[in-house]
T-cell receptor, first 116, second 112 residues
């Protein structure tokens, strides 16, 4: 039974560049959320998608965007990268949106982004 | 804004002792409180969760308690083992229900 998968595992980018991160949820899960985890901190919510619609957005600038595809996989895009965007980007899937009763979120292994 | 505070930031115990991690949350509409364990270089793993209609939940050596009036919830690990060593995060859903707000984590070290 495959868990949440993310690609790539690691990424090194230069300031000002753009990056796309990918996530495939657990089979049967329709909701995907993205989190940013800076070293030594807890994950910070960026977006939640359910059935291809954005259901929530955290306190991140418009340089961050995301989308969900018909197969429930998702992409996170970050434009005009800053040094402060260096972090572990985590994707979490859940069976239903988090505003339903079943909230369990299961995390993928993350993408480690380094901006130089 | 919504906030989750977690204490202590580090906790060292001897094998076999109990460990307690405490969290407080600010959003009175929060009704879901999960706990995650994250080992170095790995993904956060859901270890236990509790909903607001329950005051306590237990799973083998792990238990979580919730006091909605005081907006407190706690993780209790009994008979700790070296493999329990990790960073533990508490979280609460936002009142709008669309996100988990995480605490800053507790680094638990269990020495044998």
């Amino acid at each position: 039974d495959a868990g949440v998968t993310q690609s790539p595992t690691h990424l090194i980018k230069t300031r000002g560049q753009q990056v796309t991160l990918r996530c495939s949820p657990i089979s049967g899960h329709k909701s995907v959320s993205w989190y940013q985890q800076v070293l030594g901190q807890g994950p910070q919510f960026i977006f939640q998608y359910y059935e291809k619609e954005e259901r929530g957005r955290g306190n991140f600038p418009d340089r961050f965007s995301a989308r969900q595809f018909p197969n429930y996989s998702s992409e996170l895009n970050v434009n005009a990268l800053l040094l402060g965007d260096s972090a572990l980007y985590l994707c979490a899937s859940s069976p239903r949106p988090i505003d339903s009763y079943s909230y369990e979120q299961y995390f993928g292994p993350g993408t480690r982004l380094t901006v130089t | 804004g919504e906030n989750v505070e977690q204490h202590p930031s580090t906790l060292s115990v001897q094998e076999g002792d109990s460990a307690v991690i405490k969290c407080t949350y600010s959003d009175s509409a929060s009704n879901y409180f999960p706990w995650y364990k994250q080992e170095l270089g790995k993904r956060p793993q859901l270890i236990i969760d509790i909903r607001s209609n329950v005051g306590e939940k237990k799973d083998q050596r792990i238990a979580v308690t919730l006091n909605k009036t005081a907006k407190h919830f706690s993780l209790h690990i009994t008979e700790t083992q070296p493999e329990d060593s990790a960073v533990y995060f508490c979280a609460a859903n936002t009142g709008r229900g669309t996100a988990l707000i995480f605490g800053k984590g507790t680094t638990l070290s269990v020495s044998s």
